[in-house]
């Protein structure tokens, strides 16, 4: 049963992925310009120039070969030059991507950590104040918007009490060379005897644009997570333990809390890739040398390229995250996967 729900899961995998490439390729014909600059990069190239790109992309030949050779050209890693740098796209993907996933990452630790534990208060305190008081301040979390709560956080932490820096990763006293391009890690492996400072340092820089990032997703696994535990705590199960004497936290810990995170576990998954979409905002705000605000100053730019190349890496990342979180769901909870045959 598993392995039909694995081969169904990574055919629609494969189908998703053939739509993303052949998006990708039409961007070379949807963007304004020449198509030999928006497939290459390449700019104010002599007549032999031009005519070496017009054999190696293929330009002449029927669109199913150009679209075969842009394909090559992607698995070889030849996804053109920026033309605001001059340097390959994927040069910029690879530097640049650790750091928003690295700042995602922590922002999503930061609400499942605060998330699931206030969603299950709130629903062992149904319509007590403590239930009050969590669905209230989750309320005006999910009602404000990222760039406004990224503004208050700046103008009282920043500029009214100086406790945390503005921008950046990391201060300019400190020179960490980059191996992995996660910043903590790196620092642990420079190793150097000021470490401990430069990690301080680096967690100053962290936290405002974490707090803002993890806002959004900290709201949603609250308030899912109490109508998770609700229902669960409204079945004939939970009916008959509590009838036998148990009490509330034994109820919620040896009976609800499992069934009640399954859903959970899924949403979890899918905060992630909304995480990467508030991140460009979040990384503009916070000047943070990620992926999405080099996407955002390339459109501005109208850096066709990079660009294109972005987006496919983006998307490429949100796709494979969200069918990951799909396949553990399914191991989890094997209910899932006859869900999707519409069996039950």
Request: proline fraction near 4%.
């Amino acid at each position: 049963m598993f392995a039909k729900y694995a081969y169904r899961r990574l055919s629609l995998l494969c189908f998703m992925l053939f739509t993303l490439t052949i998006f990708t390729f039409a961007l070379n014909y949807l963007f304004p310009g020449e198509l030999i600059t928006n497939f290459s990069g390449e700019v104010n190239s002599s007549y032999a120039q031009t005519q070496a790109l017009v054999e190696k992309y293929r330009i002449e030949e029927n669109i199913f070969v150009q679209y075969g050779a842009f394909m090559a050209r992607m698995f070889e890693g030849d996804w053109g030059l920026s033309l605001s740098s001059g340097q390959p796209v994927l040069s910029h993907v690879k530097h640049l991507f650790p750091a928003t996933l690295e700042l995602c990452l922590y922002a999503l630790t930061v609400a499942v950590i605060i998330g699931v534990p206030s969603g299950v208060i709130a629903s062992a305190y149904h319509k007590k104040w403590p239930d009050k008081l969590i669905n209230s301040l989750s309320l005006m979390g999910f009602s404000i918007p990222v760039f406004w709560l990224a503004l208050l956080l700046i103008m009282a932490f920043c500029l009214g009490l100086g406790l945390f820096p503005m921008s950046g990763r990391i201060g300019l006293l400190y020179e960490i060379q980059p191996v992995t391009h996660f910043i903590l890690i790196d620092i642990y492996l420079e190793g150097f005897p000021y470490g401990g400072a430069a990690f301080w340092d680096a967690l100053h820089h962290l936290a405002l644009p974490t707090v803002v990032l993890a806002m959004y997703p900290t709201t949603v696994l609250i308030r899912f997570t109490r109508d998770s535990m609700l229902e669960v705590l409204d079945q004939n199960y939970i009916k008959t333990a509590r009838a036998k004497g148990l009490n509330r936290s034994q109820l919620i810990i040896h009976h609800a809390l499992r069934n009640a995170l399954l859903p959970v576990i899924k949403q979890i998954g899918l905060q992630f890739s909304t995480l990467i979409t508030l991140a460009m905002i979040t990384e503009v705000i916070f000047s943070w040398p990620g992926i999405g605000r080099w996407l955002i100053e390339s459109i501005y730019q109208r850096d066709y390229p990079a660009i294109q190349g972005g987006l496919l890496a983006v998307s490429f990342f949100v796709i494979i995250a969200n069918m990951l979180s799909d396949f553990i769901h399914s191991i989890l909870d094997p209910l899932a996967r006859n869900q999707a045959h519409g069996k039950v």
